[in-house]
């Protein structure tokens, strides 16, 4: 079965700082990577998506991520990070081919962003 | 379109009642599913359909029943309610398995007492 390991339960870090958050996945086929933002008391909302192409992806509020097939990873970045960041960030993973196809979720990684 | 929608959006139950958490989308996708959300475990799957009449077991699908008569509605049962039943339920809909975009609803937030 698939999984998502995310290496920090909860990260902080001052406003202007840089932010690395690490996922890794367990499936070696074709997959679909995401990244998903929880704010506080708000459902989620897609931060970014990979499906194919440039390893590089960027998405909304200045994130990028980096899909590295060769060690399963798809770490998500931001180069200052803002108050506003402060929130619940969740990799996930589907794939293809019956319950492959399921989105799958690492634990979360909380940020609290210090202003 | 209003999307994927969840009712009601909190709830009180005692141990051992019975409820229905609701679920509609009316994008027409064939895939729904249900997720719960605990702190520091992250979102899991508990059961999902892949269109009218078919569902199936997630990760987590003990205590829970769904049934998926049509397409637009996929409703989560919980028979008896067990405190560890206490979580914020989430239902999300697309195209289909392994679609490249999910649609979650706002979320149902279980408390059992």
């Known amino acids: 079965a698939q999984s998502v390991s995310q290496h920090n339960h909860h990260v902080i870090l001052s406003e202007a700082a840089s932010l690395e958050l690490g996922c890794n996945y367990s499936?070696?086929?074709?997959?679909?990577l995401f990244w998903y933002v929880q704010y506080p008391g708000q459902h989620l909302q897609l931060l970014l998506k990979?499906?194919?192409?440039?390893?590089l992806v960027k998405g909304i509020k200045g994130f990028e991520a980096e899909f590295i097939k060769s060690k399963f990873s798809f770490n998500l970045r931001k180069p200052s990070v803002q108050w506003s960041d402060t929130a619940e960030y969740f990799c996930?993973?589907?794939?293809?081919?019956?319950?492959?196809?399921?989105?799958?979720f690492g634990k979360g990684t909380k940020l609290s962003v210090k202003p | 379109n209003a999307g994927v929608t969840q009712t009601p959006k909190f709830q009180v139950l005692k141990t051992g009642q019975s409820m229905t958490l609701q679920c509609a989308q009316d994008m027409n996708h064939e895939y729904m599913s249900w997720y719960r959300q605990d702190p520091g475990m992250g979102l899991r799957l508990i059961h999902y359909s892949v269109g009218a009449g078919i569902t199936d077991q997630g990760e987590v699908p003990n205590g829970y029943n769904v049934s998926r008569s049509t397409t637009e509605d996929f409703p989560l049962r919980l028979l008896s309610a067990a405190p560890s039943q206490t979580s914020v339920y989430f239902c999300?809909?697309?195209?289909?398995?392994?679609?490249?975009?999910?649609?979650f609803g706002p979320g149902t937030r279980l408390t059992v007492t």
């Open positions: 990979y499906f194919s192409g440039d390893p």
């Open positions: 499936y070696g086929g074709t997959v679909n």
């Open positions: 999300a809909s697309s195209p289909g398995q392994g679609a490249r975009r999910q649609y």
């Open positions: 996930a993973v589907t794939s293809y081919g019956g319950s492959q196809g399921n989105l799958i």
